[in-house]
Each structure stands twice: as C-alpha cells, then as structure tokens.
C-alpha cells in the first residue's frame, strides 16, 4: 500500500503561504479541483483560470502567478499518480483490514474506477471488472449511477466541463459500436478545433470540482479506454479470469496488493489447475489487468516459462471424448423416438460439416444476406442448394475471418441416405418463410440441455458440442482419407488437427512429417506467453 501514498504539500497551505490575498471559497475551491496536492497547482490550464476569475474577479494575476511559483518550487512529476487526492492517505493511515477495503476507502466518492486505474491508484481485479462492465455497457452503467443517486458523472460531461471535449474518443466502447465514428474530421481539423476550444473566451461557466479534471488525467483515460477496447469481442473472458485471480488473492494474501504478481502468489495460483493452458489463459487475463495499470509482473519471465513446461510434463495425456459413426447413428435413433426431429438433423449436420456448433451451427441463417447491402456484414450465414452440391456460406470462420465455404455433396444413391447432408438440410429448410431467420428453433442453452441428457441415457460418458468433429475427423482418417483432406475438410490449418485425432488411428510417421512441416521456426518456444 506504501506506493500508493506519494508524499504532497498542501495546496491550502501552499496557496495561504503564496497568495493569502486570494478569497477563501478560491482557495477551497482550488483545493478540491488539485485533490489537496499543491504541485497540481502548476498544471492549472488557461481556460481554467479565466473560469475561476470569471466566478472570483479580479484573481487572475494572483491565480497565475500562483501557478508560476507551484511550477518552480515542486516541478511537474510526470508520474500519473500526482493525480490521487490526499484522500489516498487517509485511507492508508486508518490500517483497513485488507488492500480491497483500502481500495475502496482511497477511491474518491465521485471518481470512477476508470479514473482510478488512469491514475494508477490502488484498485483490485474486481473492480478492474466493474471498470470493463462499465466501459462496454456505459450507458447502462451510468443509469443505474443516476438511479442510485451518485455524484459520478459521464465521461462525455466530464471531458465538456473540463474543456477537453476535443479529447472524446472517435469510438466509444458499447458492445454494439463497431462501426460508426463519433467524428471523423482529419488530424489537422481536430488540431485547430482544440487549440479554439482552449482560447474561448466565451461561456466561462463556473467549475464544479466534482466534474471538472486536469487534461493530462482525462489524456490517461482515453488512452486506458482504447487499451480496453483491444479485447472488445472477449472482455468478458478477460473479466472473469480476473475475478478468478482476484477472489485467490483476497483468501490467501488479503492484505497484499494482488497486482504485485511475485513468485510465490503465482505458484499458489497455479495449484488450481490441473490443465496448462487454462492456468496460462487465466494468468494473461491478470497481466492484461497489470498492463492496464502501467505494471509490470514481479515474476521473472524465464521462471514462468520454466513453470509452464513442468506444469506441462506433469498432465496426464487425455484421450478426448469423440462421437463415431455408431455413436451419432444411435444417438439420432434415440432423437427420433422422443419426437427431437430438430434435434436429430442438428446432430447429423454437427458431424456431416465438422461444424463448430455454438459459433458455426447453432445461428445458421437459409439467406442472412437477404435484404441487406452488399457490403454490410449483419449476416452469420447462407445456404446454397445446387444439386447435388449444398454450399454452406459462413460470414467469417476461425481460421478464415474473411469467409469460408463448407460444400457438401449428396450421399443418396439408389436408396435415401438418413444421414446425407444436402437432403438433411433441404428438408429442414423447406417450410421456413424468413430467410434471415435462424433456422434451428431451439436456443444454446436447450439444445445443450437435452444433448447431455441424452449422452447421459446412452451411457456416453461426458461428450461435447466438439465430440462431433473430433468423432468425424477420426472417421475419415479410419477410411485412408488423407490428412490433406481432414484439414479441408474441417477447416483446420495447422497441426492442431492431431489433437482432435484418436491416437490409436494416426500414422506416426506421416503425422511426423507433417508437423514438422507445418512448424513456423525452429525457435518456437512452447511456454511463451
């Protein structure tokens, strides 16, 4: 906690020594706009001083002059947290039970958690969590601030009333706003509008201390808020991996700030898990956080890495739940004779395609395209039916962000095939009207619901939505289908694809040669982070 607690003057004390002349609500009011840090004083914006001399006349020259001795006696400190009011020691002295309730008694009562990070001051994983949730669901947020009767206040209305409104963001970071700009003029436009902005000498309103913020504090922010906006389509992963490393840091070390990754907390963390790659997703989560605050790990590099790869060596090989051919025949079998057609070709379709079901399957539109310009990208998917071709278009896949094509033939010959992809899904498509509609008429949560009950009636012992394509790719290669082929097949492009492969089934030498030619670099580095 002592780093949190950066010695200041006064600025009362600094402003009675230097200008006892000025008012007294003057002095009050400066005290409250500096967070009680004298050194502040030196960073008053012009703007600002022609808006208290416009509430307080006549101070002006005092005001500046003020300035200019504050400047020469304490300097400017670039660190971002001169910004903390002296409220942080007060916090600090009171010995709270633990750095969360520290946390919470040095956070200023009408500054948000986003504020505070931008300042580096002592925030926690959960509140680095209410920082993101209010970020992408802000108006929400701000709402229920509203409702509870809070003196916080937008960072819009925060940027207005500071005189920086040339410093909002061209993207704000709903979840729904990936397109439109809030603004789109040019650097040089923006440039001029600032610098016009800064030298208004018209509508100098009086500053209110609880809106009002220094530019260099409010330039921290943006800069926090375009950080976060990197993880926008997985902030809530990133969230609750750091609610797992908080909730560890509060039971073990209460009383240590949980941004100080040292040895000794990691190792602990890493305890939790019997799987590398789960602790090392959960561990990226919590140094994404310590980037946030402009910190670095405790922990030296080399060590993690080295923790990594004996924490590697030690996992038991896992042979994963796949579903062959018998399997989903029976498990079909099983749909149809409890009245689950739906179900039954979604089942069919989830092998046929090796579809990722949740991202690729569950939300497959007949024509998302319909209606909508041509450019737009509104749309998951579209069918294409050319006998005896099916071709599954997907707006973007994980392998291929720019589109992809899963085309399927029909296996009917003489006789009808149940399990034949063009027939399974010209049939479930026949009687829908809406072509952007998706076409399964059961949610996530249903279709995984009956699926485990089902599994779990058969006996089949804890088979996932991906049992599917790990069940069809073992298939192919059981049928000589080269690897060339499962890959396409799968829309797999790396050496992944052995994973989903059973072991028993793989030709160790081609699959040697082909990882080997699949490696990037010889100097890949299995425990980098």
């Known amino acids: ?108 009562p009408h500054w948000t958690w986003t504020e505070v990070a931008a300042a580096r001051g002592p925030i926690t994983p959960a509140g680095l969590g209410v920082l993101m949730d209010s970020l992408f669901k802000e108006e929400a947020h701000m709402a229920a601030l509203r409702r509870a009767g809070t003196s916080h206040c937008s960072f819009e209305d925060r940027l207005a009333h500071s005189d920086c409104s040339h410093l909002l963001p061209a993207y704000n970071l709903e979840d729904h706003a990936h397109g439109s700009a809030l603004w789109s003029e040019k650097p040089r436009k923006r440039l001029r509008s600032l610098k016009a902005e800064l030298d208004s000498k018209s509508d100098l ?177 579209q069918i294409i039916f050319s006998y005896p071709e099916v071709t599954v278009v997907l707006r973007t896949r994980k392998n291929a962000p720019n589109g992809a094509r899963i085309v399927r033939r029909c296996s009917c010959g003489e006789a009808r095939d149940p399990f034949c992809t063009y027939c399974v899904l010209r049939e479930h498509t026949r009687h829908i009207t809406d072509p952007r509609q998706r076409v399964w008429p059961f949610s996530q949560s249903q279709a995984t619901s009956w699926f485990k009950a089902l599994c779990s009636a058969m006996g089949l012992q804890n088979p996932g939505w991906h049992s599917f394509r790990r069940g069809m790719a073992t298939d192919y290669l059981s049928a000589g289908k080269p690897l060339s082929f499962i890959l396409r097949a799968g829309g797999w492009k790396s050496s992944a694809v052995l994973l989903y492969l059973a072991q028993s089934e793989l030709d160790r030498r081609e699959s040697l040669e082909y990882t080997l030619a699949d490696s990037d670099s010889d100097h890949d580095s299995p425990g980098r982070m």
């Open 1 to 108: 906690m002592l780093k949190f607690l950066v010695p200041s003057p006064s600025s009362s004390a600094f402003i009675v020594d230097q200008c006892p002349s000025l008012p007294e609500g003057l002095t009050t009011k400066l005290h409250l706009m500096t967070g009680g840090r004298a050194p502040l004083l030196a960073e008053l914006p012009d703007r600002a001083l022609r808006r208290l001399d416009a509430e307080f006349p006549q101070t002006l020259s005092s005001l500046t002059t003020l300035r200019r001795t504050s400047s020469t006696v304490h300097g400017i400190d670039p660190c971002p947290r001169r910004f903390l009011p002296v409220s942080v020691f007060a916090a600090g002295s009171s010995s709270p039970a633990s750095f969360a309730e520290f946390a919470r008694l040095a956070r200023p």
């Open 205 to 381: 309103s009086f500053i209110d201390p609880i809106k009002w913020r220094f530019p260099s504090h409010l330039s921290l922010e943006v800069g926090l808020r375009y950080e976060v906006r990197s993880v926008l389509k997985s902030w809530k992963s990133y969230r609750s991996g750091l609610s797992a490393w908080g909730s560890f840091m509060d039971d073990i070390h209460p009383l240590r700030d949980p941004f100080d990754l040292t040895e000794d907390c990691v190792f602990g963390f890493s305890a939790l898990f019997n799987v590398p790659g789960t602790f090392k997703e959960y561990l990226g989560h919590t140094k994404f956080g310590l980037r946030l605050l402009g910190r670095e790990m405790a922990m030296p590099q080399a060590t993690l890495q080295q923790l990594l790869r004996g924490m590697s060596k030690c996992r038991p090989r896992r042979e994963m739940p796949r579903l062959r051919n018998p399997e989903v025949r029976r498990l079909v079998a099983r749909c149809l004779s409890i009245g689950r057609v739906a179900l039954a070709r979604f089942c069919i379709l989830a092998r046929n395609l090796l579809a990722r079901v949740m991202d690729e399957l569950l939300p497959l539109q007949l024509d998302g395209r319909s209606g909508l310009p041509e450019d737009s990208t509104a749309w998951h998917s």
